[in-house]
């Protein structure tokens, strides 16, 4: 069974910094691009990032580039989401999501094979 297990949000002053995690079981971690999701309330899911198996392709959003930064780890089955300069328009509830096929463009949303169950990122004014 396939678990993806996001860590790390919390309540953070705007200007501040934080890095989630999203640790992968039950699937093989390095055949898989890995993705950022946010929602914030009353809001769609949006895409924040994505990166390929090997760490050779990644995206962002336009609102995120510069501030946050996607990495993974291979051999810990983790990928990671570093956020500075966090404003409150950050405030979300953030979803790591697998991808099988995907490494050089984008997948849409539904294109995503798992999902974990989130964390909640809330910045403050």
């Known amino acids: 069974q396939v678990q993806l297990v996001e860590s790390g949000g919390g309540l953070v002053q705007a200007g501040g910094s934080l890095r989630l995690s999203c640790a992968a079981n039950g699937l093989i971690f390095s055949s898989y691009n890995m993705g950022w999701f946010r929602q914030a309330p009353g809001k769609e899911r949006e895409f924040v990032a994505h990166t390929s198996q090997n760490s050779g392709w990644t995206f962002y959003a336009d609102s995120v580039k510069g501030r946050f930064t996607i990495s993974r780890d291979n051999s810990k089955n983790t990928v990671y989401l570093q956020l500075n300069s966090l404003k409150p328009e950050d405030t979300a509830v953030y979803y790591c999501?697998?991808?099988?096929?995907?490494?050089?463009?984008?997948?849409?949303?539904?294109?995503?094979?798992?999902w974990g169950q989130g964390t909640q990122v809330t910045v403050s004014s």
């Open positions: 999501a697998a991808d099988r096929y995907h490494s050089t463009t984008i997948p849409r949303r539904d294109e995503y094979d798992y």
